[in-house]
C-alpha cells in the first residue's frame, strides 16, 4: 500500500521541483520551460491591467497570481500556472501560503511532464471545488482550450488558435495579443 503524501513532502522539495498533492498522492513536476513561462506570464501580463479593480472602485476586479498554492478540499493541494478570483468573492488576499477559497478561473499551460496530470487528475478537482472557468493552453501547438464548468463536468466553450487577437471568457473585455504570448515560437 503506497503511502499519503502530506504536505511536508512538499515543503521538502528542493526549489527546482514544484509539488502538489492530488487525491492524496505527491506529484512532483520540474519548473516550467521558459516558452511554458513565457505563455503563461504573457497571459497574465495582459490580463491584469484589464480587470484590476480601480481605485475607489469598491467591488469588482479580478485578483490574477502566478503559481498560486490551492489547498482544496480533501486535502488536495494544486498549483496552477494562473489563478483568477472576483473580489466579491476574495476581496483580501490571504497572508499565508495555501489560498483556500478555489479561484473562478484558472489557467494550466501544458508541458510533455504536466499535460496528463493538468488534464486528467486536475480538471476534475477544480471542476469539484466550484472554478467556473478553466483554459488549457499549448504553447507548443499555438493553441488555447476554454472551458466552463457545468456542475462537475467541463464544457469547451471555444479554442482559439494562431497569432490572431483573441476574445476569451470570462475575460471578453481583453482582446489577447496571442504573437506575444507565442513569441518565443518565431
Excluded at 506570464?41 to 479580478?62: C, F, K, M, N, Y
Excluded at 498549483?79 to 483556500?100: F, K, N, Y
Excluded at 478555489?102 to 469539484?128: F, N, Q
Aim: glycine content about 10%; overall charge negative.
Amino acid at each position: 500500500m503506497r503511502r499519503r503524501g502530506t504536505y511536508e513532502d512538499i515543503e521538502k522539495l528542493p526549489e527546482h521541483l514544484v509539488g502538489e498533492l492530488i487525491d492524496g498522492e505527491l506529484i512532483v513536476s520540474p519548473r516550467p520551460r521558459p516558452r511554458h513561462s513565457l505563455a503563461s506570464s504573457e497571459l497574465g501580463a495582459q490580463i491584469i491591467p484589464a480587470v484590476r479593480r480601480r481605485r475607489g472602485d469598491p467591488t469588482g476586479g479580478w485578483w490574477i497570481l502566478d503559481e498560486p498554492e490551492l489547498h482544496l478540499a480533501h486535502g488536495d493541494v494544486l498549483v496552477p500556472d494562473l489563478a483568477g478570483w472576483r473580489r466579491e468573492r476574495l476581496p483580501v488576499l490571504p497572508e499565508e501560503v495555501g489560498i483556500t477559497v478555489a479561484p473562478d478561473w484558472v489557467c494550466e499551460v501544458l508541458s510533455p511532464s504536466t499535460a496528463r496530470v493538468d488534464r486528467i487528475r486536475k480538471l476534475p478537482i477544480y471542476a469539484k471545488n466550484g472554478v467556473e472557468w478553466c483554459w488549457i493552453v499549448d504553447a507548443s501547438n499555438e493553441t488555447i482550450e476554454v472551458l466552463r464548468r457545468e456542475g462537475e463536468r467541463w464544457i469547451i466553450e471555444g479554442t482559439v488558435g494562431g497569432r490572431e487577437p483573441a476574445r476569451l471568457a470570462p475575460f471578453a473585455e481583453v482582446e489577447l495579443d496571442l504573437a506575444l504570448v507565442w513569441e518565443a515560437g518565431g
